[in-house]
């Protein structure tokens, strides 16, 4: 994913996550708020897929603990 073709894109975030990003550039933490969000939607995807590939090596109707299937099967608290 890193060193890919890059896309130009906009987007709207809360405040308070661009202020979030803005410090991290500031203290020299991140390169710039484009490298922030991309750092944080990279590490989403790398989860996901490891999430992924766990269910993938998941016996059939064992459903991952705390995971989605756990929530279906809990009745709504309105």
Do not use: W
Request: charged share 30%; aromatic share 2%; glycine share 10%.
């Amino acid at each position: 994913m890193r060193g890919g073709r890059k896309v130009q894109i906009t987007i709207t975030v809360d405040a308070g996550i661009l202020e979030y990003a803005e410090r991290l550039v500031a203290a020299g933490k991140a390169a710039s708020v484009t490298a922030v969000f991309n750092d944080a939607v990279t590490e989403k995807h790398i989860t996901d897929q490891r999430a992924g590939s766990a269910a993938r090596t998941r016996p059939a109707g064992r459903p991952r603990p705390g995971g989605r299937d756990d929530a279906a099967r809990e009745p709504p608290t309105d």
